[in-house]
């Protein structure tokens, strides 16, 4: 093996869109204010926040590479708020294959058997064959070190989430020697347009801001100083930076269960008694679908000479909020009245009450 060979970093490839060559992923999501950016997320192919994103491994050749995809896959959800669902049949948002590279009849391994996988959302909307693999690890073995193994499945997790090459962040500071990276990858197969779109283009950032460049982010891979014209390579990673946790926690927020409370005393005095009573509440922040409302009520101040009559309901629920009504009719005086109200996602189907305990 060659000295260029030996020194050559194994690279994961982003798969090529329709229009991605040329340009590179565009509309990316700016880190926060006051945060490093350590990742940079495609706004079309973020996930839905919340969701349960079902994952099937195709063909899997050993239950030691099958666990370990599993436990290292699941940082993200230390962090994200999305989860793993792992299946083994049926339809899947993320399917991964466990293809090596082969040399081919004129000796040269090609890089589409290497390890890559297509950026969050893209893999539903490009390919809809449930059964080709939407993820590749081209380099994982039994025998493979857990370093190598936190390194590559994080990483491609990472761009299962949307998040692409931190190397290819708008704002990084590597100066690249581009002769000796396109040399490099040539002889690992590699053409010119899948170097320039995996490693040397910057992503589109015309219409963005974005902030410093993070050198220890899980996106980002070990580069020798050789590829670089001033000598300043980068290390390899191995873990979720600081600043990856933080970012990707801006992108899928975790959610609070809301819960909250109302009097009509809130909004009106307690006498005269009013029949009809409506208040709206906002959820912050909004669901990406309409939630489930539980109703309790807390409350009751009427007329004791008259029937006793109170309605409590949800009405209007949009994922942005709803109206909470207390109501009452006929010779019913309400003076007061109070309720109680718990969120619910719309997947879940039980609920223990001492999680808001």
Same mark, same amino acid.
């Given at each position: 093996m060659s000295?260029?060979?030996?020194n050559?970093?194994?690279i994961?490839t982003q798969?090529? @869109?329709?229009?991605a +060559?040329e340009t /590179?992923?565009?509309?990316l999501v700016p /880190?926060?204010?006051g945060?490093?950016?350590?990742l940079?997320?495609?706004?079309?192919?973020?996930?839905?926040?919340?969701?349960?994103l079902?994952?099937?491994?195709?063909?899997?050749?050993?239950?030691?590479v099958?666990?370990k995809?599993?436990?290292?896959?699941e +940082?993200?959800?230390t962090v994200?708020?999305?989860?793993? $669902?792992?299946v083994?049949?049926?339809p899947?948002?993320i399917?991964?294959?466990f &293809?090596w590279?082969?040399?081919?009849s004129d000796? +040269?391994?090609?890089?589409?058997? /290497?390890?890559?996988?297509?950026l969050?959302?893209d893999?539903?909307?490009?390919?809809?064959?449930?059964?080709?693999p939407?993820m590749?690890?081209?380099?994982?073995y039994?025998y493979?070190?857990?370093?190598e193994?936190a390194?590559?499945?994080?990483?491609?997790f990472?761009h299962?989430?949307?998040c692409?090459h931190?190397?290819?962040n708008?704002?990084v500071t590597i100066?690249?020697?581009? $002769?000796?990276?396109?040399?490099? &990858?040539?002889?690992?197969?590699?053409?010119?347009?899948a170097?320039d779109h995996?490693i040397?283009?910057?992503?589109?950032?015309?219409?963005h801001?974005?902030s410093?460049?993070?050198p220890?982010?899980?996106?980002?891979y /070990?580069f020798?100083a050789s590829?670089?014209?001033?000598?300043?390579?980068t290390?390899?990673n191995?873990a @979720?930076?600081?600043?990856?946790k933080?970012f990707i926690?801006k &992108?899928?927020p975790?959610?609070v269960?809301?819960i909250?409370?109302?009097?009509?005393?809130?909004?009106?005095?307690?006498?005269?008694?009013?029949?009809?009573?409506?208040? *709206? +509440?906002?959820?912050?922040?909004?669901y990406?679908a309409?939630?489930?409302?539980?109703i309790g009520?807390t409350? @009751?101040? &009427?007329d004791?000479?008259?029937?006793?009559?109170?309605?409590a309901s949800?009405?209007?629920?949009?994922?942005?909020?709803?109206?909470?009504n @207390?109501?009452s009719?006929?010779?019913?005086k309400l003076?007061?009245?109070g *309720?109680t109200w718990?969120?619910m996602m719309?997947?879940?189907?039980s609920?223990?009450?001492k999680?808001?305990?």
């Amino acid at each position: 093996m060659s000295d260029q060979a030996q020194n050559t970093p194994s690279i994961c490839t982003q798969e090529f @869109l329709p229009g991605a +060559v040329e340009t /590179g992923p565009t509309n990316l999501v700016p /880190g926060p204010d006051g945060y490093p950016s350590s990742l940079a997320v495609r706004r079309e192919a973020r996930w839905p926040n919340g969701k349960s994103l079902k994952v099937r491994l195709l063909n899997p050749p050993n239950d030691t590479v099958k666990n370990k995809v599993k436990i290292f896959a699941e +940082v993200w959800e230390t962090v994200a708020n999305i989860s793993f $669902d792992w299946v083994d049949d049926g339809p899947a948002d993320i399917r991964v294959g466990f &293809m090596w590279p082969t040399p081919g009849s004129d000796g +040269v391994i090609r890089p589409d058997k /290497g390890s890559w996988s297509y950026l969050g959302t893209d893999a539903a909307r490009y390919i809809t064959d449930q059964s080709k693999p939407t993820m590749n690890y081209g380099w994982l073995y039994d025998y493979t070190p857990d370093q190598e193994y936190a390194r590559t499945v994080i990483h491609e997790f990472g761009h299962a989430l949307g998040c692409i090459h931190e190397h290819q962040n708008p704002s990084v500071t590597i100066v690249w020697n581009e $002769d000796v990276v396109y040399a490099a &990858m040539a002889a690992q197969g590699w053409t010119k347009e899948a170097t320039d779109h995996n490693i040397l283009k910057k992503v589109n950032a015309a219409e963005h801001e974005y902030s410093a460049f993070d050198p220890d982010s899980i996106m980002l891979y /070990g580069f020798p100083a050789s590829w670089t014209r001033d000598g300043k390579g980068t290390h390899s990673n191995f873990a @979720l930076s600081e600043a990856d946790k933080a970012f990707i926690r801006k &992108m899928y927020p975790p959610r609070v269960r809301n819960i909250g409370k109302y009097s009509t005393t809130q909004t009106r005095p307690w006498y005269p008694p009013v029949a009809i009573n409506r208040t *709206a +509440v906002s959820f912050d922040p909004i669901y990406d679908a309409e939630p489930k409302i539980t109703i309790g009520l807390t409350q @009751l101040d &009427m007329d004791h000479s008259n029937n006793y009559r109170i309605q409590a309901s949800a009405t209007t629920v949009t994922n942005k909020g709803f109206d909470l009504n @207390l109501d009452s009719w006929a010779d019913t005086k309400l003076y007061a009245a109070g *309720a109680t109200w718990l969120e619910m996602m719309p997947t879940e189907t039980s609920f223990d009450c001492k999680s808001i305990l």
